[in-house]
Every structure is written in C-alpha cells, then in structure tokens.
C-alpha cells in the first residue's frame, strides 16, 4: 500500500527555517516524482515545488524560490523541503502527493497526482 508521511512542520518566527520530510512507503521511489503543496486558510490548494525521479529536475513557485530547496534520497525512501527565510504568507497546511514518472518530469498541476499525504501545519509567526 503506497503512503506518505509528512512531519517536521511548526511554529517559526519570520526569518526562520523549519525542513519538511515526506516519508514514503509501498512503493520504489525512485520511479515517482513527488511535489509539494499547500493550502492557506480560506485559500486554493497550490503547487510549491517538484522534484522528478532522479532529482535532476526541480521546479519553484516563484514565492518560494530562492528560499526553498527540495531534494530527495531515494534509498531513505524521503523527499525534503527545505524551506529558509520564512514569511508569515508561508503558513499553511503542506502536503507531498506522488505520480509515477516514466519520463523524467517535474510539475505542479495538482490534478497529476493520484496519491497524498494527510498534510503538516506550518506556523510562521511573532
């Protein structure tokens, strides 16, 4: 049974940094690409970042780039999201979602994904 674990969310004082693990199982992770998402209070669910199957390509949504930093290692079975310089607009509920990726891509569209996680809040407050 494919799952995925989100944990290391919080409360963070703006200019922090907190680093989210998505832990997968039930599957060889090296096939999948995984993005990360997000949804603020009363707002739309959005893309944050993508990283594809081999790591070799990762897309940011511009809010975040330049202070976020996705990454994973395939033979911990865990995908990561960095995030630095924190903005009080980055509190939301973060979620990782998985797609098999036989060519190699990297996106955001959140229709692509057929599996997720039960999400992880982060906090960025005074």
């Known amino acids: 049974q494919l799952q995925l674990v989100e944990s290391g969310g919080g409360l963070v004082q703006p200019g922090g940094s907190l680093r989210l693990s998505c832990a997968t199982s039930?599957?060889?992770?090296?096939?999948?690409?995984i993005a990360w998402f997000r949804q603020a209070p009363g707002k739309e669910r959005e893309g944050v970042s993508c990283?594809?199957?081999?790591?070799?390509?990762?897309n940011y949504a511009d809010s975040v780039k330049g202070r976020f930093t996705i990454s994973r290692d395939n033979a911990k079975n865990t995908v990561y999201l960095q995030m630095n310089n924190l903005k009080p607009e980055d509190t939301a509920v973060y979620y990782c979602?998985?797609?098999?990726?036989?060519?190699?891509?990297?996106?955001?569209?959140?229709?692509?994904?057929?599996?997720w996680g039960q999400g992880t809040q982060v906090t960025v407050s005074s």
């Open positions: 979602a998985t797609k098999r990726d036989p060519f190699g891509t990297c996106d955001t569209r959140e229709t692509l994904y057929n599996y």
């Open positions: 039930g599957f060889n992770l090296g096939d999948y690409r």
């Open positions: 990283i594809n199957r081999s790591g070799g390509r990762t």
